[in-house]
């Protein structure tokens, strides 16, 4: 497999890396990072900070080299771990209280767009569809990223609604202190919208929706991780009792997982 901009791919990464792990480290390690931030949300980064640290920094540099051997599963993962990292660090640069990793947090979410770019462009050279046989479970996929889609409306609409009725402002924005959440409006107008699309482009048999469902299958498990950790945190930090919807989230990750293997074992581990 021919990659035109695997070079540019790699320098990008290995910046990308060092700026994760910078960010990562500072978020554990050093107290002072988040105190301009409510205790809730500092206790949700620093969770988030330690799944990026200890998981998805290993996952983004181990994919990379698997990319380079051949690997075409590692292109899905590669490609899902970039997307949840630029998923994550718009939230790092609008959500968070300004404090000394601005500019990093900046710099991380502009190497994980752009090498995010590159890939996909990589990725639509190819006939991806190919790669999957007639066992590819289409249909099942589709169905879980619209009940995704669905079941994550409901929950932040039945945030919004009431408040824009009422003229107040959601709880999960004003108890942060912040214009507006920027996890609204990133699901609102990119992801969940982003799984409807994907699962139309599945039952159409388009390449497109080929390409998007293992990359949204390897977003969602790194972000369910990353909200259970959150949830762990604020649990241990003695800000909330119930961690019941961490429970939730393993039983997506589980899910999501599962499917991702199904979509993925009948393809050829190399080229």
């Given at each position: 497999?021919?990659?035109?901009n695997?070079?540019?791919?790699?320098?990008?990464?290995?910046?990308?890396?060092?700026?994760?792990?910078?960010?990562?480290?500072?978020?554990?390690f050093?107290?002072?990072?988040y105190?301009?931030?409510?205790?809730?949300?500092?206790?949700?980064?620093v969770?988030?900070?330690?799944?990026?640290?200890?998981?998805?920094?290993?996952?983004?540099?181990?994919?990379?080299?698997?990319?380079?051997?051949?690997?075409?599963?590692?292109?899905?993962?590669?490609?899902?771990?970039?997307?949840?990292?630029?998923?994550?660090?718009?939230?790092?640069?609008?959500?968070?209280?300004?404090?000394?990793?601005?500019?990093?947090?900046?710099?991380?979410?502009?190497?994980?767009?752009?090498?995010?770019?590159?890939?996909?462009?990589?990725?639509?050279r190819?006939?991806?569809?190919?790669?999957?046989?007639?066992?590819?479970?289409?249909?099942?996929?589709?169905?879980?990223?619209?009940?995704?889609?669905?079941?994550?409306?409901?929950?932040?609409?039945?945030?919004?609604?009431?408040?824009?009725w009422t003229?107040?402002?959601?709880?999960?924005?004003?108890?942060?202190?912040?214009?507006?959440?920027?996890?609204?409006?990133?699901?609102?107008?990119?992801?969940?919208?982003?799984?409807?699309?994907?699962?139309?482009?599945?039952?159409?048999?388009?390449?497109?929706?080929?390409?998007l469902?293992?990359?949204?299958?390897?977003?969602?498990?790194?972000?369910?991780?990353?909200?259970?950790a959150?949830?762990?945190?604020?649990?241990?930090?003695?800000?909330?009792?119930?961690?019941?919807?961490?429970?939730?989230?393993?039983?997506?990750?589980?899910?999501?997982?599962?499917?991702?293997?199904?979509?993925?074992?009948?393809m050829?581990?190399?080229?």
């Amino acid at each position: 497999m021919e990659y035109k901009n695997l070079k540019i791919v790699q320098i990008l990464t290995f910046a990308l890396a060092a700026c994760l792990a910078v960010v990562s480290f500072f978020g554990v390690f050093v107290p002072n990072t988040y105190e301009r931030d409510a205790a809730s949300m500092a206790a949700q980064g620093v969770g988030q900070d330690i799944v990026n640290l200890f998981f998805v920094l290993p996952l983004l540099l181990l994919s990379l080299i698997f990319i380079a051997r051949g690997s075409k599963i590692a292109i899905f993962i590669y490609s899902g771990t970039l997307f949840y990292l630029l998923y994550s660090f718009v939230i790092y640069s609008f959500g968070v209280h300004f404090n000394n990793m601005f500019l990093l947090y900046c710099l991380t979410l502009s190497l994980s767009f752009y090498a995010f770019v590159l890939i996909m462009y990589e990725l639509n050279r190819m006939e991806v569809q190919d790669w999957f046989g007639n066992r590819t479970p289409v249909k099942s996929i589709g169905i879980f990223l619209l009940i995704i889609s669905i079941m994550f409306y409901m929950l932040w609409l039945k945030d919004i609604v009431p408040a824009i009725w009422t003229d107040t402002v959601p709880q999960t924005v004003s108890d942060y202190n912040l214009l507006v959440n920027p996890v609204h409006v990133l699901d609102i107008a990119i992801a969940l919208p982003g799984l409807i699309i994907t699962a139309i482009l599945l039952f159409k048999g388009r390449r497109l929706g080929y390409i998007l469902a293992p990359i949204f299958l390897v977003f969602i498990i790194i972000l369910t991780i990353a909200l259970i950790a959150m949830v762990l945190l604020l649990k241990a930090r003695n800000i909330t009792d119930d961690i019941s919807i961490a429970g939730v989230f393993v039983v997506l990750a589980t899910l999501s997982t599962i499917l991702l293997f199904l979509l993925l074992r009948n393809m050829k581990a190399r080229v």
